[in-house]
């Protein structure tokens, strides 16, 4: 069984800086597609940025530039850091482990960002 844990996330002023991981166990993923999404309140859940096995990112419009996200295989970890917050990246994150067969999330974490 598989489990992908969040944690990093909290409540930081605009222009702060916040850094998620996402730890998982029961499998070693360093094949997986490894991604961030997040969902806002009466929103749908959106896609944040995506790490291939070979290093290869992907990252929403609306991040790009501000958001890093990066994996260590050898921990079975994967990290976005978040610069530049502002109040719209307000949402619930997690993170998605996905192969072609197989498709795993985590349970979330808050990231609330407000004066």
């Known amino acids: 069984q598989v489990q992908l844990v969040e944690s990093g996330g909290g409540l930081v002023q605009p222009g702060g800086s916040l850094r998620l991981s996402c730890a998982a166990s029961g499998r070693f993923l360093s094949s997986y597609v490894m991604g961030w999404y997040r969902q806002a309140p009466g929103k749908q859940r959106e896609l944040v940025a995506t790490?291939?096995?070979?290093?290869?990112?992907n990252y929403a419009d609306s991040v790009r530039g501000r958001f890093t996200i990066s994996r260590d295989n050898a921990k079975n970890t994967v990290f976005l850091q978040m610069n530049s917050l502002k109040p719209e990246d307000t949402a619930v994150y997690s993170c998605r482990a996905q192969s072609t067969t197989y498709s795993y999330w985590g349970q979330g974490t808050q990231v609330t960002v407000s004066s």
């Open positions: 790490a291939t096995s070979g290093g290869s990112t």
